[in-house]
T-cell receptor
Framework: KAGVTQTPRYLIKTRGQQVTLSCSPI?????VSWYQQTPGQGLQFLFE???????NKGNFPGRFSGRQFSNSRSEMNVSTLELGDSALYLC????????????FGAGSRLTVL | AQSVTQPDIHITVSEGASLELRCNYS??????LFWYVQSPGQGLQLLLK??????LVQGIKGFEAEFKRSQSSFNLRKPSVHWSDAAEYFC???????????FGGGTRLMVKP
């Protein structure tokens, strides 16, 4: 079966712009989580959505937002981009929320110039 | 707050040698523990997980890990390393109530021929 699909895989933006990343979970998975990976801070949890509701949110500024659609696909948005937002953004899905195995996508690599 | 420490940033082993990657966690309740592997430019692949029960868990690719509550550790082992095991390895702790994982800083494994 198809895995977690993230688009786009690579993108370059300039400071001040905004970006939207997309994640299609594995069929039947209703929970989608987002993580940011940087060399300095490592892997950090951004937020989790389950049944179109945000369940948890990590310690990130309000410029980072997300949503989930009725088909479980999710998007995350970063507004007013800063150089420090350059990172690999990973999406993960699971059947349900809570004590679950997450299946990760290949990530979207964002470079902010 | 939960935390995960991977004391070794880099490890180099010879092909065919045994491997042990260390992981220490801090978590107030029963931990849900994971090891993930990441190859360059890729997402995270689950190697194994511990939720409860037998403290020695088997995973994919010949990996195993042992949960030691008294030492707050969940070390990853492999009896004989293959060149294809060269990658970055992440230990993570999860919570029962959601899909928020806290990751360690990772250990980069290099394999000498």
């Amino acid at each position: 079966k198809a895995g977690v699909t993230q688009t786009p895989r690579y993108l370059i933006k300039t400071r001040g712009q905004q970006v939207t990343l997309s994640c299609s979970p594995i069929s039947g998975h209703r929970s989608v989580s987002w993580y940011q990976q940087t060399p300095g801070q490592g892997l950090q949890f951004l937020f989790e959505y389950f049944s179109e509701t945000q369940r948890n949110k990590g310690n990130f500024p309000g410029r980072f937002s997300g949503r989930q659609f009725s088909n479980s696909r999710s998007e995350m948005n970063v507004s007013t981009l800063e150089l420090g937002d350059s990172a690999l953004y990973l999406c993960a899905s699971s059947r349900r929320t809570g004590a679950n195995v997450l299946t990760f996508g290949a990530g979207s690599r964002l470079t902010v110039l | 707050a939960q935390s995960v420490t991977q004391p070794d940033i880099h490890i180099t082993v010879s092909e065919g040698a045994s491997l042990e990657l260390r992981c220490n966690y801090s978590y107030g309740a029963t931990p849900y523990l994971f090891w993930y592997v990441q190859s360059p430019g890729q997402g995270l692949q689950l190697l194994l997980k511990y939720f409860s029960g037998d403290t020695l868990v088997q995973g994919i690719k010949g990996f195993e890990a042992e949960f030691k509550r008294s030492q707050s550790s969940f070390n990853l082992r492999k009896p004989s390393v293959h060149w294809s095991d060269a990658a970055e390895y992440f230990c993570a702790v999860g919570e029962e109530a959601g899909n928020m994982l806290t990751f360690g800083g990772g250990t980069r494994l290099m394999v000498k021929p």
